[in-house]
């Protein structure tokens, strides 16, 4: 009877990790972004203040004048706070820029120093990072980037 426990748990298990495979997969990324869920804001968190708080402020609160150009032609790093414009971008859009880096999201010959993660952060970390940012919107502003998220859905 022992090993029946053992053989239960571990079908258990097994049954888990196929079932978490399967949301990774089929899910799109902007249903992966959760704000409110506390492990996965705490893990976002952790991963901003490491990789993201250098340019975008530890209150996401971005750099001085980020409207005026630099020297060198590119924006100063916006802010991921309700007075930024991250919340005007669906989340699969966000997730890409993050991924993949401003210039496949942005008009032919925009230049930015915000660097692509891919091969640096995993797929979970970009999404948590995301959920970290969304949580800490006011309500409002969360309905609103729900709403937009929704309507780029319906467009399918």
Known sequence: MRSFGWLALGV???????????????LPPATRVDPKDPLVVARG?????????SCHGKDLEGQPDWHSRLPNGRLPAPPHDATGHTWH?????????????????????????????AGVLPDNDIRAVLSYIKSRWPEDIRRRHDALDQAVRNQR
């Open 12 to 26: 258990i298990v097994l049954a888990g990790s196929a079932a978490l495979a399967w949301w990774q997969v089929t």
């Open 45 to 53: 968190q952790q991963v901003y203040d490491a990789q993201c708080a």
């Open 89 to 117: 971008h669906p989340s699969e859009m966000l997730f890409s820029i993050v991924k993949d880096g401003i210039v496949k999201n942005a008009p032919p010959g925009y230049e930015s120093d915000m660097p692509a993660y």
